[in-house]
């Protein structure tokens, strides 16, 4: 059974930090690549950052690159998402993603529950 449980989510002031973690089980990570998105009240699900389960090659969304940074841990078959300098447009619901898919910037199959994120000004 797939799951993807995301944690690390919280109320922070803009400016501050707050990393989030993803832990990962069920399916075979090295074949694909570990996401996350976002989702704000009203908008669309966004993409915001993935890597590479074998390379580490790491791409980012242009609202959050220099101030979000993913990682993984494959020994915990865990991913992060440490995000610096937070802004009140950083508030959203984040998901864990994986499983096969077009292209980086597209959602695959696996879903975490999401976790709140909300950044006051």
């Known amino acids: 059974q797939v799951q993807l449980v995301e944690s690390g989510g919280g109320l922070v002031q803009a400016g501050g930090s707050l990393r989030l973690s993803c832990a990962a089980s069920g399916f075979t990570f090295s074949r694909y690549t570990m996401k996350w998105f976002r989702q704000a009240p009203g908008k669309d699900r966004e993409f915001v950052a993935a890597i590479a389960w074998s390379t580490s090659s790491t791409y980012y969304a242009d609202s959050v690159k220099g101030r979000f940074t993913i990682s993984r841990d494959n020994a915990k078959n865990t991913v992060y998402l440490q995000m610096n300098t937070l802004k009140p447009e950083d508030t959203a619901v984040y998901y864990c993603?994986?499983?096969?898919?077009?292209?980086?910037?597209?959602?695959?199959?696996?879903w975490g529950q999401g976790t709140q994120v909300t950044v006051s000004s």
């Open positions: 993603n994986s499983g096969p898919a077009v292209i980086v910037q597209r959602w695959g199959p696996y």
